[in-house]
């Protein structure tokens, strides 16, 4: 596939339309270096502990976990934390949040990561739905009410990196029971969810789409497929960005990027500039 005759098609769609849904997922962020541990070997790679206790990534992101492996699964988190700290959100974010601020008429991002990347670069708060929360806001684990607070602190917790125990874990401020990350785990009944974002995502979809831009979903986590597939269905055209042709199986667009995320951002966004000029 010739990539610079490619992305100037699907160039020309994106400058065709005046509003946009943006729908990222882990390939957004690997470019940023962050891990998604859905390669059991490469997770407990990270984490020897748990592989002599068998404790897959869906064991601790699992409010079970909170309930029976408390320190373990703070740890798992808190790892996260700090990794999502450590490293930056890449140039990607900020060519979309310019997009969203002052490309498209009408732009809102949807995501699946919960590194909160998109919110920590820039993104307009209201333009953002994190349809399976975030890592730098916490809940109660009972939950005691429907309430979820920012906690940008790292370290929060204390960290043992050869047992991948963690201690002195948050608290709800109501009720003092431990409090957990603000995300969509596993099995999970407890999760709050974010009420204005939802609200804000389903205003936007109410009105007329005319693109939709897919970057980095595996069809593991396929979310933000099914959205895609949705909206081709009725006929708008769909960006994919993926390094791995095999992630259109689901979609099968033919404005498939087989592209790492910030090429390809950087990419589209420098053939949208000579489009408009
Ligand atoms: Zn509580």
Known sequence: MENSSQVLRCAKVLSLADSILILTSAGMSADSNIPTFRDKEGY?????????????????ANPWAFENELEHAWAFYEWRRRNANENQPHPGYHILNRWVDEVFENAFIHTTNTDGYHLRSGAAADRVKEVHGSMWRLQCTRPCSGDFWDEPAVPLCDLDYDTMKAANFPTCPHCGAVARPHILMFGDAQYIGHPEQEKRFSSFVQNPVDAVLLIGSSGAVPTNDYL??????????????????????????????????????EALDKALSSLKN
């Open 44 to 60: 407990w790679k990270n984490f020897p502990p748990f592989r002599s206790k068998g404790l897959e990534a869906q064991d601790l």
């Open 228 to 265: 895609a597939v949705h909206f081709r269905d009725q006929g708008v055209p769909v960006v994919n960005i993926n390094l791995d042709s095999s992630a259109n199986s689901i979609l099968r667009t033919e404005f498939m990027l087989e592209m790492p995320g910030k090429a390809a951002l």
